[in-house]
């Protein structure tokens, strides 16, 4: 609007500089179930088939196991024996 932009011939207003140049979707609210609906079942499949094989083949398990076992130690003995003290103790109460 020439009005708006001062008489300048033709510059962008400061407005006109902070509209978003991504155009944006109308949905009908009839629609929005439809499509989650739609975006659901296309996400189950993609779920089920797991990570991509190239994905599958770069990792190395190889030291897994060493990983798993030592999850085991993650707690100190020591707390583990204060908390079967403090069930037993409670138990009883």
């Known amino acids: 609007d020439p009005a708006q932009d001062g008489g300048n011939g033709g510059s962008h207003s400061q407005r006109d500089e902070l509209k978003p140049s991504i155009p ?3 949905i009908r609210e009839d629609d929005v179930l439809r499509i989650l609906k739609e975006f ?3 996400f189950e499949k993609l779920r089920d088939e797991g990570p991509p094989k190239e ?6 398990n190889s030291k897994d196991g060493e990983y798993w076992e030592s999850m085991t130690r993650i ?7 204060l ?7 409670l138990l009883e109460y």
Request: hydrophobic content about 40%.
């Open 83 to 89: 908390w079967d003290a403090l069930g037993a103790a």
């Open 24 to 26: 944006t979707l109308s």
């Open 55 to 60: 994905i599958q083949d770069i990792r190395d």
């Open 40 to 42: 659901l079942r296309n």
């Open 75 to 81: 707690i100190p003995e020591r707390t583990l024996k």
